[in-house]
């Protein structure tokens, strides 16, 4: 099975869920303020495994700075394969 691992903390990764949403259900210390992609607070590095996310929207895209992160309230698991992510 698939799974999504933040820095000491692993979930499955279920296919079309956010990351943000299945790490928070673990009690993950993710830092995020609005879950809709407009603050940018929720900016995770993609250690590896970014293969095994959906493309980033229009939006999302929009408002990332940096390559290799992506918005953790945003990016959804395919399920495919291991994500891990850092903050
Ligand atoms: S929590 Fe604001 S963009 Fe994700």
Not at 13 to 30: E, I, M, P, R, Y
Not at 42 to 65: M, R
Request: proline share 3%; hydrophobic share 30%.
């Amino acid at each position: 099975m698939a799974s999504l691992t933040f820095k000491d903390t692993s979930v499955p990764a279920t296919k079309g869920h956010d990351v943000l949403g299945q790490l928070l259900t673990v009690g993950a210390d993710v830092r995020y303020l609005c879950m809709s992609g407009s603050c940018g607070t929720c900016t995770v590095k993609i250690v590896s495994g970014a293969e095994h996310l959906a493309p980033p929207t229009e939006a999302e895209t929009h408002c990332l700075k940096t390559s290799g992160t992506r918005l953790a309230c945003q990016a959804c698991t395919t399920g495919t394969g291991d994500v891990t992510v850092d903050q």
